[in-house]
């Protein structure tokens, strides 16, 4: 299996006929999904997602692709395709139509509705939009689309079948195979074994799972333990959930229903996520089982469900806040029951276990995917990614979605099924690779890094914005502040002090304040009147003192003001 | 079960004849284990650790039990009893000989063995040491003490049975009930049956995996899981695990043997304590199998095993380097094999992913506790709790060791088998139990915070500091510098503006400046001198410009200067 390392370079022309696939992210994290295929001069891109930062990505709001590799070809941009409604996905699409405003956009129905009401949010202008369902071929410039139906922890998901001169491309996007979906919609192995018929030049496939051995569970399977858990509850029930989870939801909703309990949504994109869902048919509300939160909280405990956001431990949500007891409406008691319905993404576990350990000192009882049957992935695990790979017997894979963990599990299931290991190709985002005489392989590398929002700003904090932060939010500051008069190259005010998170009374610094000052009045005697020379100098004897007392590496800002 | 919520107060004198109890660390938190037990004006203590920080405690080096409750009564401590030897109950030791040093030690011998090299480090006086072993009985002024053997992920565990004139207790320590363990040496449950017989009025249990149902998996199950990678690697191995886990060592050392191997180790803490252990007679090192890493470097890869630290991802560990080919002399190679032979530690996870990623990167192979049998637990599940609760039929219980969630999991395991709820006591750090006549109760709170180390200093930093830095990580600062002629009463200098971790090029500001001037201006002008005046109208200008034209909110840091 081929994974080239970082001494790529940038790749020559692409050969006449060929096809170029650039991955701008996806492929070495698990989000900012976002695939760029080239093809005859003109582009089509998949997915446009965004990356949700961890604890190495200080104050950062979201991370977006890098869209440098296209930013001088963005009119060559035949089509966005939006494969699904997840942030991952679609997240990123708003910043890139900043770029172009019109780039035509092309996913089902429930995802187009998602992507436009973050258009909305956006102020952005809703643009040319091309609704397709399965079954549907359409062509953008050189590339004839068709799009299969796919199951995944969201609604109405689509795989994409590329076709161009160069061959056949199909990508799965995220999805799983669900044998007795909710929806009765499953992904659609009679396409894929169609196309595998005609011949898959590139089967590009979800890794997210593939280090997980067997098979997904059906989401239908959680239904009895939620059965269970509603007819144990004499109390109130709280269930967090993912807000674009339509099925998990429309479970709960059943599950109320049966029980009869009453429902409210807590959290912004829950209620506008599930209000789509609704009126675009996919979720089902039983007729009376849903009210507004604050006509929830008068009814009788044991009568209310909660659905809320909050099951990833966000500190602001209500659920966290719920755990606190600092919620407007919703006091926690003894007996209720909270049900985390939801995965735990990685980095987010002590988050999480603060939230659990919250609720349980309220004597909640805490039913979550550790304890219970609550929660089932929306991504295929390694048993499905055998069958689909017996079923389309591609030429080449090119696993995406995932750390490098999973793409590398992934290659191994390609090759486990017969797919040569020159044939399997291993690339991180950045990487480029090219279909050509029905050869995929690696041909160099763009620069593909992570692009930081931060507030309003977007790619303005770099990574060396981001170690300074490292660094104040390990250590803190140390300012030192010193007066100079520009006439007389004499120090007439400072030092003044200043820490922050360094957790000393300024009064402690007092001691080395006469040695700043002679460190100054030597250098001023010799008539070093450079700035930079002079608070290196403060930096020196501030910085030694420092260490020798505190075995600590704040930041040391010095600043010398002429006056 | 009893919980008593925060509105607890300072508990009154402790009645005659009564035992009372003042957890200081481990009751809400996995770590800083640490318990006062006071009799009749004397008090003993059982353990002393510290805890690891997690992510919302930036740039803390470590957390100490609060030893306030005790501080003025130091003179009282008969002795310190150390269950075993890991960092969570020995590790804040020295912290707590520094405040006085003649406290006499209680413990096996290597954990005796183990906080000695801890004191030497830290340059502490070897003080009075009392090595016990299983069976033995001691006294402490009132504190009649009596050992009892427990396994546990580190050899030479003790739980302790504390006999005072208000009853017997019985503490485990950490333990679980391997029942094939390496060294033969079982919990001791005919102990626990004989102290059960003369009545144990007061269990106090470990509850670390009181969540987790059934029975944790015999240390000796690893050696055929380790044997078959043995097997298949014709590569470099290398085996990462805590630097205490003496038996996950030997089952290495074993596997080397039979495979042909030599072992070199990797890791300060790990070379320490295994010199310790094996002259203890704790590891069994079969004679040529140890060698030293460089000249284990020259072999031929498939000779090779490296037993190292870094288990849980610490950027600095031989195996983070290793995983960036950032090591000197260990270069990762595609077909080399890794092993995680150790727990994930929850907040650890995207550090330990890393280094999965980054060693997946060069093409090795990566087993871990997620794919293989390479780690069981040192705690006793769920199964084993129970068989404890039903051979000493405790008249009361208190679960100790681990975060809310976990207590109170294992109260309903102590309930189940017929422990009256209001017998079952679920306390937090602080909360004051007292035995009185055979009941136990909570009968107050002192305070009990976390004591940070960072660097030379020890409880300096407060939460008010982790809340600066944790704004100076997120946002970054802004810090602007006026120097005021303090004669005339006109700004004469600056305003200098400074930004770190903020993004933008210092020239950014300048728009703004004549801003500051003119509110500086106008209270000057209306003859306002007060400094901190000056300084607030300087930050609700910066403040209000940069929520506008940024959306973000960094420290401001006004310093208005007089020269």
Redesign the interface.
Known sequence: MS?PHPELTTPGPLPQGALRIIPLGGL?EVGRNMTVFEYDGRLLIVDCGVLFP???H??VDLILPDFDAIRGRLDAVEALVLTHGHEDHIGATPYLLREREDIPLVGSELTLALLSSKLREHRLKETAQHVVREGDRIAFGPFDLEFVAVNHSIPDALAVAIRTGAGLVLHTGDFKMDQLPMDGRITDLRAFARLGEEGVDLFMTDSTNA?VPGFTTAEKNIAPVLDRVFHQSNQRLIVACFASHVHRVQQVLDAAVSHGRKVAYVGRSMVRNMAIAKELGYLHVPAGVLVDAKELAELPPEQQVLISTGSQGEPLSALSRIAQRNHNFVHIEEGDTVVLASSLI??N??AV?RV???L??W?AT?VHK??ALVHVSGHASAGELLYCYNIVRPRNVLPVHG???HM?ANAELARETGVPAEHVVIAEDGFVVDLVDGKAQVAGKVPCGYVFV????VG???ES??K???I??????I?V?V?V?SQTGKV???P?I?A?????DDSVFDEIKPDIIAALDRLLGERVDDNHQLQQAVRRVIGRWVSN????RP?I?P?V???
């Open positions: 994974h070495g961890e604890e190495n200080p104050g280090e990685p980095g576990e002590n276990y659990i350990n919250g349980s000192r004597g805490v550790g304890n750390e490098i963990r590398r931060d507030g309003s700003s303005d904090i770099t914005d981001l300074d932060r490292r104040l939010g390990e250590e803190g500051f300012s502040i007066v008069d007439v005010g400072g003044e200043h922050r998170g360094f957790a000393e007392t505190h075995r600590r930041m800002i600043v003001i002429e006056a």
